[in-house]
């Protein structure tokens, strides 16, 4: 048994839902068969509806800013085959609309597209093409507090109905996935970057400094490989461009005397200057602040 000073309670998953598509409609990451979701329920009492809406919304808008993705929100009204009365519908679906208006969001109103249990918010994803992906979610849920007769003790120390809230901000994470592989084109940010700097030393005569260069990085949590295949410096190059590696640095006598690196920037054909230390300072700035540039 729950006291109202228990709540919002707060339960969280990752779970792994699995759906019995048909091969035709199978696409990529963003349809499959079996997918993870990062699913949430929240109880709560009808006074703490909006501001747990809030709460959740600015949890969404944080993730999506972070990964520079723009969304736009729609509400979802009650529809003609529902369950419960008027009187708690129009509660809830106000309690959503407050909280959209309140965080200042643009949305939209999809009338009568709510679950039979209640209405909704969904967050939609635009990538870097213009297409619209539905990822987050927020459903308010009348249907299973009555079906599990789920109960706390509110202030007057009778039996009240707990309100129960379903939310997802990634939705599916391998659709999540997919979007940012979209809408980077494969360009990922340096705090994302599979491999974000990329040592090309012009000889074999090179191959100690970038090795002693790779392991300083190493041990500051940069993520650095060493080309060292017998090739020209200039396919180097292109290759690790082509594999949009956020920066190249080549290596040749120059800069094992001087410590000073040529950095080239990905998509950019010019180098800049820095030595070791200030290119360290400047990725781990570029990697603090979740930065969308190189």
């Keep these: 048994m729950h006291s109202y000073r228990d709540l919002p309670l707060r339960l969280g998953e990752i779970g792994l839902v699995h759906r019995h598509e ?7 990451l963003f349809r499959v068969r079996n997918f993870t979701q990062d699913d949430a329920h929240i109880f709560m009492t009808p006074e703490q509806v909006e501001p747990e809406i809030q709460k ?8 999506y800013k972070t990964f520079g993705l723009k969304y736009k ?6 529809p003609e085959n529902s369950m419960g009365d008027d009187a708690t519908w129009e509660l809830a679906t106000d309690a959503l609309r407050k909280a959209l208006e309140h965080r200042g969001l ?3 109103i999809n009338e009568g597209d709510g679950a039979f249990y209640g209405p909704k918010i969904d967050f939609h994803l635009k990538d870097s093409i213009g297409r619209t992906w539905q990822c987050g979610t927020i459903q308010l849920d009348m249907l299973l507090p009555e079906k599990f007769d ?6 007057d120390g009778n039996k009240h109905r707990p309100i129960m809230v379903h939310r997802v901000v990634y939705g599916s994470i391998e659709r999540f996935i997919g979007i940012l592989i979209e809408n980077y084109a494969g360009a990922f940010p340096v705090w994302l970057a599979p491999v974000q700097i990329k040592l090309l030393p012009i000889t074999d005569n090179h191959l100690a400094y970038a090795k002693k260069l790779a392991d300083k990085f190493f041990a500051l949590h940069l993520r650095a490989e060493i080309d060292d295949r017998n090739e020209k410096i200039n396919k180097k190059i292109r290759d690790a461009q082509v594999k949009k590696i956020p920066y190249t640095i080549v290596l040749g006598d120059k800069e094992v005397e001087t410590s000073v690196l040529p950095i080239r920037k990905y998509s950019t054909k010019d180098s800049v200057s820095m030595s070791v230390d200030e290119f360290i300072a400047y990725v781990q700035e570029k990697i603090s602040t979740r930065d969308q540039t190189f």
Excluded: P, Q, W
């Excluded at 048909?22 to 990529?28: A, D, E, P, Q, R």
């Excluded at 929100?73 to 009650?78: F, G, K, P």
């Design 22 to 28: 048909k091969s035709g409609v199978l696409h990529g």
């Design 56 to 63: 959740t919304i600015d949890l969404i808008d944080e993730v």
């Design 73 to 78: 929100a729609e509400l979802s009204t009650r």
């Design 106 to 108: 643009d949305f939209v």
């Design 150 to 155: 789920l109960n706390y003790i509110g202030e």
